[in-house]
Antibody
Framework: QVQLVQSGAEVKKPGASVKVSCKTSGYTFTFTGYYLHWVRQAPGQGLEWMGW????????HHAQKFQGRVTMTRDTSINTAYMELSRLRSDDTAVYYCARDGGSSGYFFAFDTWGQGTVVTVSS | QSALTQPPSASGSPGQSVTISCTGT?????????VSWYQQHPGKAPKLMIY???KRPSGVPDRFSGSKSGNTASLTVSGLQAEDEADYYC??????????FGGGTKVTVL
């Protein structure tokens, strides 16, 4: 079955960077349309869409809010996507999720499979 | 873009129905039939419940239904059950390769 398994919890100081991984299995990582999105959720708050990566081409797009701070990459040899957030602030403390765009499975413009989430804590 | 607007809470007794609204703009909800809904239990990852406004993924009970009118989408849960108690989030494609979530609604089964 399709699975997205994320890396473990991180504790970082303000100003540092964090890199979260999302290892996929159960489907063809580079199949057209299976973009991977990143979504975060601050404690007690709602979901916030951050951006996506096209695992086939490596192309990315992110929300304007994260301009200059977020980098999304992938390693096709190990079917894994990464999200790196730099210049961390306390309000970046959140659970970060990767989620698959289900377009190629018929779930157009929806996120059909999610990772388990990675807790990132930013504290001095 | 701004988050979609959802009521913070909704409730109903077992067997009753509850409807959650999700209000956006003519640039997101009103422009595209790409509204999806997610259920999230405490400490868990979200789960896709509705896509393309009103379609249900396989395995999702038909008690869950979706609709849209203008800039507002809605999720209705009929025949409420205890396990339906959760947070629900709407999401819409917003054009230009962007997506936007609603603020979330906590559904309580009384």
């Amino acid at each position: 079955q399709v699975q997205l398994v994320q890396s473990g919890a991180e504790v970082k100081k303000p100003g540092a960077s964090v890199k979260v991984s999302c290892k996929t299995s159960g489907y063809t990582f580079t199949f057209t349309g299976y973009y991977l999105h990143w979504v975060r959720q601050a404690p007690g708050q709602g979901l916030e869409w951050m951006g996506w990566i096209n695992p086939n081409s490596g192309g990315t797009h992110h929300a304007q809010k994260f301009q200059g701070r977020v980098t999304m990459t992938r390693d096709t040899s190990i079917n894994t996507a990464y999200m790196e957030l730099s210049r961390l602030r306390s309000d970046d403390t959140a659970v970060y999720y990767c989620a698959r765009d289900g377009g190629s499975s018929g779930y157009f413009f929806a996120f059909d499979t999610w990772g388990q989430g990675t807790v990132v804590t930013v504290s001095s | 873009q701004s988050a979609l607007t959802q009521p913070p809470s909704a409730s109903g007794s077992p067997g009753q129905s509850v409807t959650i609204s999700c209000t956006g703009t003519s640039s997101d909800v009103g422009a595209y039939n790409y509204v999806s809904w997610y259920q999230q239990h405490p400490g868990k990852a979200p789960k896709l419940m509705i896509y393309e406004v009103s379609k249900r993924p396989s395995g999702v009970p038909d008690r869950f239904s979706g609709s849209k009118s203008g800039n507002t989408a809605s999720l209705t849960v009929s025949g409420l059950q205890a396990e339906d108690e959760a947070d629900y989030y709407c999401n819409s494609y917003a054009g230009n390769n962007n997506w936007v979530f609603g603020g979330g609604t906590k559904v309580t089964v009384l």
